[in-house]
């Protein structure tokens, strides 16, 4: 099953039938696709942030973004920003 560190707290994993996303090894949300996970991550990643100002949280925004996209990449799985979406997924 898979077992990937997005980051120094969270985890992805998965059981057959399900994405699971962990905080500190505790599963936290299931989720029927990949797409749904990444997506619940990332906006519990930029919902935690200590951002004061628009510009700070832009900011955060694109740092998660580019960090996503380092562990994904081996995955053929890009994240973008839109427009009208906070972030793109493309498998």
Known sequence: MVNIKLDSRWSLTSD???WIL???E????????LESAIQSYFE???RGS???TISGL???H???IEGLNRVLT???IEIASSDNKLFEVSC
């Open 16 to 18: 057959s039938k399900q």
């Open 22 to 24: 962990n905080l500190d």
């Open 26 to 33: 505790k599963a936290q949300t299931f989720h029927t696709s």
């Open 44 to 46: 519990r990643r930029i």
């Open 50 to 52: 200590d951002a004061r």
């Open 58 to 60: 832009l900011e955060y």
């Open 62 to 64: 694109k740092r998660c």
């Open 74 to 76: 081996l995955f053929k």
